[in-house]
């Protein structure tokens, strides 16, 4: 199998994915007037980028000579880097808060040096070196994380290691007979699928985040996948690990399930590298299925989607997709549509007075996507038991197009940020999960909260959700939000009480912090009131029992210190002046698309 | 609701089960010669009854004034026992090595006092009363452990506090909507079915040891039920939880799913007491199915019908039951049968004659039941994708009987034992589980492991296993085995070569200890070759980091001082000498089930 090809090179250090990547309102001609209407932001007017990187102050790499030689030693001279790019794009990972910093040019406690290691026995080696050193190792993936779980505390006087995974992307092995796959941490996630589906198999996992996260950032989150519903979280289809810990070589067999005390595979999914750095998983595989649908539906209102995506999770069927947009969210993706042709006119025309016939609020109706994968007998039977339910319950089938278009642009949420960012207004999302019982009432206190936070601090903004990622008891609930602050506001101090107010909305619903974004630096306040205290202390037992000297990405999950909170520990940085980008031309998403395999 | 009911009164200290329940080899033709041809033991000759309780040594409980008070003034004067009888049922589990020391009146460090709270705030008071006076806190639920998690240490010089949990069983509440129900710990499983069915309601958790265990005991040792492919094992079922720890009440909210860092549910899942107390589970529940079947099936070998349960995990069909017996548990089974009918007889005739004509070697045939639930039109089409596999292996659907007769039955195996034990010999279980791939070796190795220690010890014995428990990417494997050591020998002795025999052949293999029988003592030996060195770390770390005065069930999964093997460090007492029952008329099994809530 080929070495590491992926690299960072590319990467944007003041934005989301590759440098010559970016989202456009251009070609979506109701986008511009919809963002105008409600926010009062005209997109039009072009924006103003980061910082460029010249200017940035870089503070030179604090790295003793022995340290150096023993990462030398470890993973070969050329894999370890003090680049000044380097350290700038592992320095964090892309939270709105870590993006607004970095554009700003305030950069934070830097990591020191970025080691890339090949293989397991060269992280053993850089570990020991690191422990020896008393240095401080921050396993790093994709860099998509986005509550701030790859960034040094900002006191750090010892020397911090960046440890890049991303050379170690091979698939080792495929168990047909056991449907399991050995697979290397630092795969990012087209190069999972295309090396698996090469050999007629899927993982199956599709986060937001697919194109630049890994496997190792996916476990060390419990990040879940778009069709969780039917492959699993990470949780789930990770079954065996191989961890490099401060007192040796982690190794979790990769059996079903096992009765061996507390689950230390459960401990290490969802570390953020305090407990050591994942090498390896044994992972879930499905063939690639025969047929895969995703269809679109509309319901009349929230309660009704709410409603039929409860009963087909308790029914006889089991889509590998279930989502339904609120209103908010449903106008924006119609507002996102790209220039309809003089029949999609007429259509959508025709769909409208069909509706309106039928009493149908159009402000009020919700958008949809199920999706059915399988044989094509597997596939039609679920979707008959599906559509009974969805019948049951108002919704209405509006075919292949609209979930076709879903399918193809649901990397591309998070360049919308930059593009809105560019032009000063910061957008976030914040997701949650809960009983079904009670996903009406969570709905219902974060957007009381998140308008009331738009009001207190009076800028003009847009909340929307959708529920997705269904379980036997319950869902996950993804709101996105967007403010536009006047000038001369601190636009991340507006941001930062948007976001409290909707974390907090979440906790006091008896919902949890996050279903699948982690904990990290930014939602570590919320903790204690998602796990209780007795919770906290145990993960501080377990840390601090495994790592005694806080070498292991200290303060993440359980602060060292005191909890930072989103947007409150910002110096007041200069604002942005020139592109910070490469310079070359900007690909659209559509070509970059194109170029990258599709599961 | 009603107050509890369940007590441990007619609990057998020296036994399984109720006192007046017994197996007997009557009526079931077969099966005094096939133990006799297989083991050399004549089970019709009348067998040797524990010590009577009368005639044990009883050493008087040390428990100081001060925490009698304050026990006294947390669960109330009468719900603290200091009783002989009660003392010695609760000192420790029903491990074969439990029993064969409680026969031979090796009662090991009893318990000095049994408390039974009646709500949490109860057992939160009795928590701080055993902190404070640096007692030793011990849940107990059924008594139902096979792994030696429930019995003090033995040089343990603190007071020992035994909680019986078992008047908090009631089911406090239930969420249809989110098919949630929040259940006290302390419910039987006849109990907890009984009060949820009367609502329409099933949790669907059916250990073999479901009679005598409760919810709370579940969840201590991830336990795993009958029907778990459809249902879950506990730890999948369990989602919110309430456990009084040593530092307050740890809650964990009953969300579907979470990203908060390490998995604190997954921590207390397993913990065997070591964590704290469970008060409370949330747990998913499910409508009582329209419709259930088990049908049994015949697979012509051993290697069929593995294969036949691998395809039917890898398949568009999702039956509740799957298990298939190799060709010595189908021996034993059919040994087991009772009195048939003259038509029963020529049925048998006909299907060998059947079986022989289609060349199938009967001495290798594998008896199997796979189960459905649901719909009526669910288990229809379920049946038949199912049977395309089966078929596709060779196997053969015998109809309802067999799956009724496993239904009936399901529950009595554990009773086997102690009718063995009056006859001189050890029988036991143990089990595993390990990817697809790697069933049929680890099959292989157990055999030969298990046939060697007879063969070592030099006794007659006999080996057989089912696969039961399908998962994605495997399958449990569950071995039970009996010998028959001549007299003069230790039969504890000779047992624990084999149980070590086959354990270590588990681990060697690259299976586990153990798929849900816990670690308690028995099987901590092994676990740092299940869980490698470092994973033993991070369970010690959070045992001593959140109990540091070790009161809390020490010695357990992770060993105080050195580890005990089975049967190793039995003192040799005296032999049994009169029964130890009450005395009372023994009803049969058939009588006893009548009178249980069945689901």
């Known amino acids: 199998m080929p070495e590491a090809t992926a690299t960072m090179a590319a990467m944007k250090w003041w934005g989301w994915g590759d440098d010559d990547v970016s989202f456009t309102h251009e070609g979506k001609p109701e986008l511009a007037p919809f963002i105008e209407r409600e926010l009062g932001l005209d997109v039009r007017r072009p924006g103003t980028p980061a910082i460029a990187f010249e200017d940035l102050e870089i503070t030179p790499p604090v790295l003793p000579a022995g340290l150096r030689a023993d990462l030398e030693a470890a993973a070969g001279r050329e894999h370890v880097s003090t680049d000044d790019h380097d350290r700038v794009v592992h320095a ?29 026995d060269q992280v053993v080696a850089l570990m020991r070196a690191a422990l020896e050193a008393d240095a401080v190792v921050i396993p790093f993936g994709g860099g998509s994380s986005i509550s701030g779980s790859l960034e040094a505390e900002p006191g750090e006087t010892r020397p911090v290691i960046s440890v890049d995974m991303t050379r170690m992307n091979r698939v080792l092995s495929v168990d047909a007979t056991s449907q399991l796959a050995r697979v290397q941490a630092g795969v990012f996630g087209p190069e999972l699928e295309r090396q698996l589906n090469a050999q007629g198999w899927t993982c199956g996992h599709f986060p937001d985040s697919f ?25 789930e289809l990770t079954r065996g690990l191989r961890v490099v810990t401060t007192s040796g070589l982690l190794v979790v067999r990769p059996v079903p399930s096992t009765s061996t005390g507390p689950s230390v595979r459960e401990m290490v999914l969802g570390s953020e590298g305090r407990l050591g750095i994942v090498t390896e998983a044994t ?22 989607g709410l409603a039929a995506m409860r009963d087909i999770a308790a029914g006889e069927t089991e889509p590998s997709v279930t989502r339904v947009s609120d209103s908010h969210e449903t106008a924006f993706s119609f507002a996102t549509r790209t220039d309809p042709t003089p029949l999609d006119r007429v259509k959508s025309k025709a769909l409208q007075t069909f509706l309106k016939r039928k009493g149908w609020d159009l402000e009020a109706m919700c958008l949809s996507f199920i999706g059915y994968e399988g044989s094509a007998e597997h596939v039609a039977g679920q979707r ?24 193809q642009k649901k990397f591309d949420t998070p360049y919308i940020r930059d593009f809105l960012l560019d032009r000063g207004a910061p957008a976030d999302v914040s997701e949650t999960s809960a009983p ?32 997705s990622h269904s379980y036997h008891a319950g869902a996950c609930l993804y709101f996105t939000f967007a403010l536009n602050p006047p000038a001369g506001r601190d636009a991340l101090e507006d941001y930062g009480v948007v976001k409290r107010a909707i974390q907090q909305a979440f906790v006091d619903s008896g919902a949890t912090l996050s279903h699948h974004h982690a904990v990290g630096t930014e939602h570590a306040q919320w903790l204690e009131e998602d796990i209780s205290a007795p919770g906290v202390a145990m993960l501080r037992a377990l ?33 942005s002046r020139t592109n910070g980008g490469t310079g070359g031309p900007r690909r659209s998403l559509d070509a970059q698309r194109a170029s990258q395999p599709r599961p």
Not at 92 to 120: C, N, W, Y
Not at 211 to 228: D, F, H, N, P, V
Not at 546 to 569: C, H, Q, S, W
């Open 283 to 304: 992972i879930h595989i499905r063939r690639v299925p025969a047929e895969r649908k995703i269809l679109g539906y509309l319901f009349p209102a929230w309660a009704d």
């Open 436 to 467: 079904w019982g009670d996903l009406q009432t969570v709905y219902d206190n974060v957007m009381a909260a998140g308008h009331g936070a738009f009001h207190q601090v009076g800028v003009p903004g847009y909340l929307m959700c959708h529920l």
């Open 92 to 120: 964090r990972g892309k939270s709105l808060t870590d993006l607004m910093r970095q554009r700003r040019g305030d950069l934070g406690r830097l990591p020191d040096v970025v080691v890339r290691p090949a293989d397991e």
């Open 211 to 235: 194109t630049y996260s890994t496997l190792g950032g996916w476990i060390a989150t419990r990040s879940s996948g778009m069709q969780s519903d039917r492959y699993g979280d990470v949780a």
């Open 543 to 575: 840390f601090e029992g495994t790592d005694p000297g806080a070498n292991l990405n200290p303060g993440k999950i359980v602060a060292t210190g005191g909890d930072r909170e989103p947007g409150e520990t910002v110096p007041r940085g200069e604002s």
């Open 384 to 407: 008959k038991l599906t559509e009974r339910i969805v019948k049951r319950h108002g919704g209405l089938c509006i075919g292949t197009s609209p979930g076709e278009l879903y399918d």
